[in-house]
Nanobody, 117 residues
Framework: QVQLVESGGGLVQPGGSLRLSCAAS????????MGWYRQAPGKEREFVAR???????NYADSVKDRFTIGRENAKNTVFLQMNSLKPEDTAVYYC???????????WGKGTLVTVSS
């Protein structure tokens, strides 16, 4: 089965940086569109960043000048480099993968990012 595992979440002070990673495995294409979403308590899950199979990236306006999504040097593994973190960035961050082989979306269990002094 398809598995997505996020890592790298934790506690960081405002203005600090954090790097998340998502590793996907299972019966999937070698290169899939992947992305990050986040959900804060009491709020809807929102789009953060996405990278297409060919490398094209998209960002939410709220993070475009601070976050960077890219591919690690591994199969179906992406990172989210988060700089200049703000308290409002506090949320559970979820990795998403669209498997082009079965046309389905898959989600990781999430990793918590807390930005606080």
């Amino acid at each position: 089965q398809v598995q997505l595992v996020e890592s790298g979440g934790g506690l960081v002070q405002p203005g600090g940086s954090l790097r998340l990673s998502c590793a996907a495995s299972g019966s999937i294409s070698s290169i899939n569109p992947m992305g990050w979403y986040r959900q804060a308590p009491g709020k809807e899950r929102e789009f953060v960043a996405r990278i297409a199979g060919g490398g094209t990236t998209n960002y939410a306006d709220s993070v475009k000048d601070r976050f960077t999504i890219g591919r690690e040097n591994a199969k179906n593994t992406v990172f989210l480099q988060m700089n200049s973190l703000k308290p409002e960035d506090t949320a559970v961050y979820y990795c998403n993968l669209f498997n082009i082989w079965d046309g389905k979306n898959y989600w990781g269990k999430g990793t918590l990012v807390t930005v606080s002094s």
